[in-house]
């Protein structure tokens, strides 16, 4: 019988869903990552509905969580790797209507605040 510890394995779930009364999204994703400094986990969840007003979905739960070695050369080359699918879903989902709905404006907008909010506020997984 062996004490070596398992090894690491790493994986990645990420999961959206649009409520039937397409008001409300929900986006989950958790995933481990096996860098040398030891495992590292990362969880999102993001709750949007429908604000009526502006025809736009708007963050109403947002929930970020990382457990183990942040703070290292490998976590920051994982960071540095490109857009999980989480980020792609953010980015192809809200702040792609909200850039449309200003495109269809008709008239040239230069800054817009609120897109500019949830651009910086994009899931870090």
Do not use: W, Y
């Not at 909010?117 to 870090?124: C, E, I, N, R, S």
């Amino acid at each position: 019988m062996s004490n070596a510890p398992a090894p690491c394995k790493e994986f990645s779930v990420n999961l959206a869903i649009l409520a039937p009364d397409n008001k409300t999204q929900i986006s989950f994703a958790v995933s481990k990552h096996c860098p040398a400094s030891g495992p590292l986990l990362v969880l999102d969840f993001v709750l949007r509905t429908l604000d009526a007003a502006t025809n736009q979905f708007q963050d109403r739960v947002k929930l970020h969580v990382t457990v183990g070695n942040t703070d290292n050369p490998e976590a920051e080359a994982m960071a540095n790797r490109g857009l999980s699918m989480t980020q792609l879903n953010f980015l192809q989902g809200p702040i792609t209507a909200r850039a449309q709905a200003l495109a269809q404006g008709g008239h040239s907008v230069t800054s817009d605040k609120k897109l500019e909010k949830m651009v910086a506020v994009m899931p870090h997984v």
